[in-house]
Structures are given as C-alpha cells and as structure tokens.
Nanobody, 120 residues
Framework: HVQLVESGGGSVQTGGSLRLSCAVSGYHSEYWCIGWLRQAPGKERERVARIGSDGTLTYTDSVKGRFTISQNNAKNTLYLEMNNLKPEDSATYYC???????????????RGQGTQVTVS
C-alpha cells in the first residue's frame, strides 16, 4: 500500500518561501493521483495541488502562480515549492494519494502524518 512521509515544514515570514517534500512508496503513477492537502484550525481540509494519473497538474485558485507541485524522475519524492507565502497559507500540509479510474482522480484518501507551515 502507499506510504507517505512529509518533511520541510516550518515557520517563515510573509513573502518567504518553503519547499515541502514527501517520500512516497507503493505508488504507481499510472493508476494513482498524488498531491498536497492542507488544513488550518477550524477550517475544512483543502486540496492545494495535485498530479493526475496522466500527469496533469491542478492547483486551488488561492495558490496559483505561487505554489508548484512536482516529482523527481523516480517518482518516489513529491515536492511542493511555496513562494510568496501569506499568513492564510498557515496550515498542516499533508501529502496524499488516491486511486484513479483512468484519467479521473478519486479522493486522495491515503495521507501522511502532516507537516506544519506557519506564516507570520
């Protein structure tokens, strides 16, 4: 089964940058979608960015132009490059994966333990 371990969170000032990493195992890109979720206290969990089974990249509107999702060539590490960070980006960020049906992604139900990002 898929295992996901995040790293790279921390505290940063407004306008700063962070890069999150996720070590991935048990993942087959042609059958799975993978991405980043976040959840702030008192708020619903939100999908931030996703790589589809066909390689399509999608982002939530609030991070477009600031965040970039990527994988290494071996597809055993997932990244989220976050630039121009804002206080509203503060949350626990989760690396997550879910099975795809063809090119349609299912819910990213397999999640790591999360890493905290604080922007002040």
């Amino acid at each position: 089964h898929v295992q996901l371990v995040e790293s790279g969170g921390g505290s940063v000032q407004t306008g700063g940058s962070l890069r999150l990493s996720c070590a991935v195992s048990g993942y087959h890109s042609e059958y799975w979608c993978i991405g980043w979720l976040r959840q702030a206290p008192g708020k619903e969990r939100e999908r931030v960015a996703r790589i589809g089974s066909d390689g399509t990249l999608t982002y939530t509107d609030s991070v477009k132009g600031r965040f970039t999702i990527s994988q290494n060539n071996a597809k055993n590490t997932l990244y989220l490059e976050m630039n121009n960070l804002k206080p509203e980006d503060s949350a626990t960020y989760y690396c997550a994966a879910g099975r795809a049906a063809g090119r349609v992604c299912g819910e990213l139900i397999n999640r790591g333990q999360g890493t905290q990002v604080t922007v002040s």
